[in-house]
């Protein structure tokens, strides 16, 4: 893992979203680059008024000082830190850096739906979460153990979702010491199906996925939504963390036909790390 983008707004969460970084930055001698979005419009940064112009050298110098300040911490020492900051609030450009930059992952500390300040709101993780083609890490806490002795994966068991799968198998093989699989099933009418039909589906993915070497590490549960799945067997096992495929599409469209990575993102407790289908 070459490098790690941390989109930050100067928050608790953005604090705890950088220890977290810092840890795993440390752990895999990872660049680390460390992303702050200010809030200007075009017309603001086209503008020639030399008043306008004035003001915008101050609010980068203030976000230059804010950001040198924020990144004063002895858990930084010796990781290699670069700071950025990006003039618009445009949250799906975290993952169009991350491209250009060819980072392996995105952290992003999220607080859920409690509270609506700051970029670490959860409908704001949810953006990140839906844009990104480079894996998200959504933490939530003062937690830096990186060790995540246990994940689980949660998949449908797609062909779809084989490529999200594929990359999923590859960074937790780095980041994770023990993953294991799960699928949901639900009693919907169109998305309820019988042991024989899983089963085969199943064996179909690992097939196609070239991934048999997982068939003794999946589980199958049953529950009245995929997220209530993943949450209370994530729960019940002692897992460190969850890992999602997501479609990621807009509107209402997205994993499995819902928004429920979203959901899981902030809704956990747990670190969750998502892979776009």
Known sequence: MKKIILPVDF???SEYALETAAALAKKH????IVMN?????ESFLSSSDSERQNEMLFMLASANKTFEAFLDKDYLENVDVVPMIKHHKVLKEVDEVAKAEGADLIIMGSRGHSNHDGIFTGSNTEKVVR????????VKGKDTNIDFDNVVLATDFSEESIPAFKKAS???SELANNTSLLHVNTPSATKFRST??????VHNFLDKADANEW??????VADYTIEDGILNHSNRTGAKAIAMTTHGRKGLSHFFGGSISEDVANHAT????????
Not at 29 to 32: D, F, G, H, I, R
């Open 131 to 138: 844009y990104s083609e480079t894996p998200v890490l959504v």
């Open 196 to 201: 024989h039909e899983i089963e085969s589906q």
């Open 29 to 32: 001698n990872s660049q680390l």
């Open 270 to 277: 747990l670190p969750v790390l998502t892979f776009k289908m």
């Open 37 to 41: 979005m200010l809030e200007l419009s």
């Open 170 to 172: 590859k960074l937790l």
């Open 215 to 220: 068939a003794d590490k999946i589980n199958f």
């Open 11 to 13: 928050s608790k969460h």
